[in-house]
C-alpha cells in the first residue's frame, strides 16, 4: 500500500510530474539529470548555442548585471533589438523567431520568459560575490567557465535546463569546499 | 580547533537625549524590512509588528507635585531588539531556530521557524513578533517592498536583524569587492547603515563595530559605557541589565536640565 502511494503521489518540487519512473531512474541508474525539472518551453526559442556557443557572446554581455548585482537579469526586449535591429538571422526558423522578437518590440510587450533557475524567497542569492571569487581563483578562466560552475555548459543547450540541484545541501557542500561562510544570515535574511 | 577572533562585532548606542520621539526610524524600519502595516485590528490583537518602536513615558518635571499639565514631560525611548549577548531567546527554540553568530547577531532563520513562539514568551524586551497572518500589502505598495528581505509567511516569528542584508551588502561591496575595512563613514556614505539610523534626524541612533577602534560606538562606550568609564558624566546603562542578558545595544540616559533646578531649589 506504502508502496502504491509512492509511485503515485507527485513528490516535491523539483521531482513532480508523477514520478515513479524518474525516481526510478534515479534511485536504479543514479541519472542525476533525470530529478531535475524538464527544460521549459520559453516564449521564443532563444538559441544559447548560436549566441554564446557560435558566435561566443560573453555571459555578461546580455546577463549585464551578472558581475555587479544581486541577479544576473534577463535582457530586456529592447537590449536584444541592440543587435536585431540588424541581425535577421539565418536559415527560416531563425529569421522567424527573430521577427518574434521584433514584433514583440514593436507592439512593446514584453517577452515572458519562463524561469529555469528558482531559488525559495528565504534565500538570498546573490551573484556578484561568487562570480568575483571564482575569477579570483582563476584570473584566467573565461567567465562563462565560471557560470557553468553552476549553470552546466549553457552553450549546448538548445533549451536551457537545471543541471545542479541548487538545494542547500548542494550550496552548502561547496561553501565547505571553498571555505566560504556557512552561518545561516549569509543566506537566510 | 582555535576560534578566530571575530571580524565586527555590531552594536548601536541609543543616545535618549537627542530622541525626539519622531518615529521615522520605525517608518524606515517598516519600509526596509517588508513589515505589514500594522491595523486597528493588529493593535486590538496586540500583534502588530514594529521591529522599533518608540515606547513613551510621561513624568513629572517636579517629582514632588503631582503629575498633572505643566508639571509633565514625555519622555521617550526607541525599543528594539537588544541583539543580547546572553539571548533568552535562543535556548528555548527547539529547532535552532534562532542562534547567534560570530558578528555577535542574534539571528533569526525564516526558514527553520516552526512558530512554537516559545522566544516571544522568553524575550524580557518584548521584541519577537508573531506572524498571525498572511502577510498582505495594499495592491499600490506591492512594488515597494525590499528583494533584499525576505517576505516573511504566516505562522513565523521575526525580529530586528540590525539589517542583516545591509551588513551583508557591506560586506559584499566594501570588504569583498574593495578590499578595505568596514569603517562608519563608508558604511553611512553607501547607505549600508541600519535604516533607523540612516533615518534618525537628529543623530540618537548610533550604529557600528566595535571591533572597529576609530568607530563612533566604540568612542560613545568610552566615554559613557559604566563598564569602562568611572565618570559621574557617564550616561550608558543596558536596558533590564540585571536580567544579565548581556544587550549590544546601549542606551544613553537623558541630561535632565529640569531636574537639575528642582534639586537645586530643594
Not at chain 2, 509588528?49 to 510621561?58: A, H, T
Not at chain 2, 499600490?140 to 530586528?160: A, F, H, W, Y
Amino acid at each position: 500500500m506504502l508502496v502504491f502511494l509512492w509511485l503515485v503521489v507527485p513528490g516535491p518540487w523539483p521531482i513532480t510530474g508523477g514520478l515513479a519512473p524518474r525516481v526510478f531512474a534515479h534511485y536504479f541508474w543514479g541519472v542525476e539529470s533525470t530529478l531535475y525539472r524538464p527544460a521549459p518551453d520559453q516564449p521564443l526559442a532563444f538559441s544559447h548555442v548560436t549566441h554564446a556557443g557560435a558566435l561566443e557572446i560573453n555571459c555578461a554581455f546580455c546577463h549585464r548585471t551578472v558581475e555587479k548585482e544581486e541577479t544576473a537579469s534577463v535582457p530586456a526586449v529592447e537590449q536584444c533589438i541592440f543587435c536585431h535591429k540588424i541581425i535577421s538571422g539565418t536559415g527560416d526558423a531563425a529569421v522567424a523567431e527573430v521577427q518574434k522578437l521584433r514584433d514583440a518590440f514593436q507592439e512593446e510587450k514584453p517577452l515572458n520568459w519562463v524561469r529555469v533557475h528558482r531559488l525559495p524567497d528565504h534565500v538570498q542569492f546573490v551573484h556578484e560575490p561568487h562570480i568575483r571569487f571564482f575569477a579570483q581563483q582563476d584570473p584566467a578562466a573565461p567567465l562563462e567557465a565560471t557560470c557553468a560552475t553552476c549553470h552546466g555548459d549553457v552553450k549546448t543547450m538548445t533549451k536551457v535546463k537545471q543541471v545542479r540541484s541548487l538545494k542547500m545541501g548542494d550550496c552548502v557542500n561547496c561553501h565547505k569546499d571553498y571555505n566560504a561562510p556557512t552561518d545561516c544570515a549569509a543566506c537566510h535574511y | 580547533m582555535v576560534q578566530e577572533r571575530p571580524k565586527h562585532k555590531w552594536t548601536m548606542v541609543v543616545d535618549i537625549d537627542r530622541c525626539s520621539g519622531c518615529q521615522a526610524c520605525v517608518v524606515a524600519c517598516q519600509a526596509e524590512n517588508n513589515i505589514t502595516i500594522n491595523e486597528q485590528r493588529d493593535f486590538l490583537q496586540r500583534r502588530a509588528k514594529e521591529w522599533i518602536r518608540i515606547e513613551r513615558y510621561w513624568e513629572a518635571i517636579d517629582p514632588s507635585k503631582p503629575a498633572e499639565f505643566p508639571n509633565v514631560k514625555a519622555r521617550f525611548i526607541p525599543i528594539m531588539c537588544q541583539q543580547c549577548d546572553n539571548a533568552p531567546c535562543e535556548p528555548v527554540c527547539p529547532v535552532y531556530a534562532t542562534y547567534h553568530n560570530n558578528e555577535g547577531l542574534n539571528v533569526q532563520v525564516y526558514n527553520r521557524c516552526v512558530g512554537t513562539r516559545y522566544c516571544a514568551n522568553n524575550c524580557p524586551y518584548q521584541v519577537r513578533f508573531f506572524n498571525f497572518w498572511e502577510p498582505v500589502w495594499p495592491e499600490s505598495l506591492r512594488n515597494q517592498l525590499n528583494p533584499d528581505v525576505t517576505v516573511r509567511s504566516r505562522g513565523i516569528m521575526e525580529k530586528c536583524t540590525f539589517c542583516v542584508q545591509r551588513l551583508s551588502r557591506a560586506r559584499r561591496t566594501i570588504e569583498g569587492r574593495r578590499g578595505k575595512r568596514i569603517t562608519d563613514e563608508s558604511m553611512t556614505e553607501e547607505n549600508l547603515m541600519p535604516a533607523c539610523v540612516m533615518a534618525c534626524p537628529t543623530g540618537a541612533l548610533v550604529f557600528g563595530d566595535r571591533e572597529d577602534p576609530k568607530s563612533r560606538v566604540n568612542e560613545l562606550l568610552k566615554e559613557h559605557d559604566p563598564r569602562q568609564a568611572k565618570s559621574v558624566a557617564a550616561r550608558g546603562y543596558r536596558v533590564l541589565e540585571d536580567l544579565t542578558t548581556e544587550p549590544n545595544v546601549v542606551y544613553l540616559k537623558k541630561v535632565d536640565p529640569h531636574l537639575k533646578k528642582v534639586k537645586a531649589h530643594a
